[in-house]
């Protein structure tokens, strides 16, 4: 039998980043189809212990595991699904798997060179422990590969998947728009670009929706935005959603908004795009890679430039055949197809 520890720490931080939403899929897709020799042990809160059901073990992370973690000898792989993450197997026989998402604080915090330094420091321990390493781009992959040293090792990059929950008789938004809305998900921080969007409100009668955790000083310059373009009765700032919620807007909305400049993947246009609704994206880091060409993309921040590429592309899905191309693009991208590479990876070391 083979044993092997996936890392979930991140289970415990907060629900509406990135990296929980990875933990908590790729788990769910890893437990519903384990292979017949293998036992994974999920190392995450002790008061998560249960949520991947009973065909898993559970073992309890704590903090100081990152100073020494003893019996790490019994799992035969270990996989650490974050790129910065303290823990590790304390043995040399334990086979080791490094998920790298993003180097994307070397773009969002670009004046930080010593905390840069130190964090690609840690990444890079990582890598020279690492028997195989996965990316969830080639973006990430190709940007690893110039800032660290991957010396050669076995790389593989695996999409994450796109799973959206059903609500179909859900129709209570804590907000309802009164007109057609536009939509945008995300942490309300600086790398997301939310602050560009008031502007595609110009000379059409649109909504926009902006959700997710908001408390972040961003916030004021994205509202700063909204009075410059005198468009405060039409832009909501809704804060975190619940999945029900989320499930509202992705279907009601008449098209997505994703203008970041710093992401590892991009689930929420995905999302979006399992719906048929026309997404318009930057075309920094990953996202052309996501979105291919199902999508629309701002290849400027200028407002004018954004507000003409905003037209032509509502113009374009309007008159075309557009919104099954749209959903086959996110059916490719699967969270059963993406655990079933990480087993093969996991089999392969054993």
């Known amino acids: 039998m083979t044993d092997v520890l996936v890392d979930m720490h991140r289970l415990r931080q907060n629900p509406f980043n990135g990296l929980y939403t ?3 899929h790729l788990g769910k897709s890893l437990a519903a189809s384990p292979a017949a020799d293998m036992r994974l042990h999920y190392y995450l809160p002790k008061e998560k212990f249960g949520l991947f059901g009973e065909n898993v073990a559970y073992e309890a992370q704590h903090s100081l595991d990152k100073f020494y973690k003893a019996g790490t000898s019994k799992f035969d792989v270990w996989h650490a699904t974050t790129s910065i993450s303290w823990y590790k ?12 998402h993003d180097l994307n604080f070397l773009i969002e915090d670009s004046t930080n060179s010593r905390g840069n330094k ?28 110039e800032q660290l040293n991957l010396q050669g090792k076995p790389a593989t990059v695996i999409y994450n998947g796109c799973n959206v929950n059903d609500f179909p008789l859900f129709d209570a938004p804590r907000y309802r728009p009164a007109k057609p809305f536009l939509f945008a998900l995300g942490l309300v921080q600086p790398r997301k670009n939310f602050h560009l969007l008031p502007a595609l409100l110009e000379g059409n009668d649109y909504e926009l929706i902006i959700a997710g955790l908001n408390n972040y000083e961003y916030k004021e310059v994205v509202e700063q935005e909204i009075r410059r373009w005198n468009v405060s009765d039409r832009v909501k700032l809704t804060g975190a959603i619940s ?20 992401e590892g993947f991009g689930l929420p246009a995905l999302e979006a795009m399992h719906f048929g609704k026309p997404v318009f994206l930057s075309t920094e880091t990953c996202l052309p890679e996501i979105g291919g060409d199902a999508a629309w993309y701002f290849h400027s921040f200028d407002p004018a430039a954004m507000q003409r590429v905003f037209a032509d592309g509502m113009a374009d899905f309007s008159q075309g055949n557009f919104q099954q191309k749209i959903r086959e693009r996110a059916a490719s ?4 197809r993406a655990a079933a590479q990480y087993l093969e990876i996991y089999s392969s070391l054993a």
């Open 118 to 145: 130190k964090l690609l420091q840690r990444i890079q321990r990582r890598i020279d422990r690492a028997d195989h390493l996965t990316f969830i781009s080639g973006y990430a992959k190709d940007m690893a590969s």
């Open 333 to 336: 991208f699967s969270w059963d």
């Open 22 to 24: 990875f933990s908590y």
């Open 243 to 262: 999945e029900e919620e989320k499930y509202w807007y992705y279907k009601n909305c008449s098209a997505f908004l994703f203008p970041s400049y710093a």
């Open 89 to 100: 197997p304390f043995n040399k026989k334990t086979r080791f798997v490094f998920t790298i």
